[in-house]
């Protein structure tokens, strides 16, 4: 079946693109 990723991971990716944009 498919697999939906794992909250922390989707939240630690989203987390780091945040990051990335707030520094830009």
């Not at 939240?11 to 945040?18: N, P, Q, R, T």
């Amino acid at each position: 079946g498919n697999q939906l990723p794992d909250p922390l991971t989707s939240f630690s990716w989203i987390s780091a693109v945040l990051t990335l944009l707030t520094l830009g």
